[in-house]
């Protein structure tokens, strides 16, 4: 199952972008789904992850900000993102993680915080 991820862009500081992750296929075979993200200069920096039972988790530099979900009659997972800030600046990388534990990552989208 191939992901892609789309939606990135240049917002303000406080607006809000949503980032779509579309699979290719079904994405029930995927125990957990998830983003990182890269700054630049920086290490892959995870984000937040959902299980296939939507229990979900956050970084504490997103919590309360960002809101990731999942369809899987759409096969697509989202990261809906609110208040964003400049240092939320990086490419965002999706993934799903099957239940054997591999992971399958889709290309980055980028996302610019910038007045």
């Known amino acids: 199952v191939q992901l892609q991820a789309f939606g990135g862009g240049l917002v303000q500081p406080g607006g809000s972008l949503r980032l779509s992750c579309a699979a290719s296929?079904?994405?029930?075979?995927?125990?957990?789904m998830g983003w990182y993200r890269q700054a630049p200069g920086k290490g892959r920096e995870w984000v937040a992850d959902?299980?296939?039972?939507?229990?979900?988790r956050n970084s504490d530099s997103v919590k309360g900000r960002f809101t990731i979900s999942r369809d899987n009659a759409k096969s697509t997972l989202y990261l809906q993102m609110n208040s964003l800030k400049p240092e939320d600046t990086a490419v965002y990388y999706c993934f799903g993680q099957t239940f054997s534990a591999e992971r399958n990552w889709g290309q980055g989208t980028q996302v610019t915080v910038s007045s």
């Open positions: 296929g079904s994405i029930s075979s995927f125990s957990v």
């Open positions: 959902i299980t296939s039972g939507g229990s979900t």
